[in-house]
């Protein structure tokens, strides 16, 4: 069982930065796809970006623009999400999902698709 909590979210002004961060537990992230989706109130899920178990493949979400960067610390076990020039539709609960995939697999992008969620973060982008 694979165990996801995630961080760093909290209120920032408009252009302003978050980290999050995913702690995953019981199972390494050398064998796990990670994602992170987002949803704002009234609306689906949607992705924000993604890694893959060997992280020879990134994915982001459209309106991401080149702002986010998703990395790892395969030591702590845990993934980032490094967000920069924050806009108030970024303003959403944030969770990270994983899947058990083959390293070169690139990250889904269905929500479907991934076995285990955290309980996300909330993160508000305030005028």
């Known amino acids: 069982q694979v165990h996801l909590v995630e961080s760093g979210g909290g209120l920032v002004q408009i252009g302003g930065s978050l980290r999050l961060s995913c702690a995953a537990s019981g199972a390494s992230l050398d064998y796990l796809a990670i994602g992170w989706f987002r949803q704002a109130p009234g609306k689906g899920r949607e992705v924000v970006s993604g890694i893959s178990s060997s992280t020879s493949s990134t994915i982001y979400g459209d309106f991401v623009e080149g702002r986010f960067t998703i990395s790892r610390d395969i030591l702590k076990n845990t993934v980032y999400l490094q967000m920069n020039s924050l806009k108030p539709e970024d303003t959403a609960v944030y969770y990270c999902?994983?899947?058990?995939?083959?390293?070169?697999?690139?990250?889904?992008?269905?929500?479907?698709?991934?076995?285990?969620w955290g309980r996300g973060t909330q993160v508000t982008i305030s005028s």
């Open positions: 999902a994983a899947v058990p995939q083959p390293g070169i697999a690139e990250p889904p992008l269905d929500a479907d698709a991934y076995d285990y």
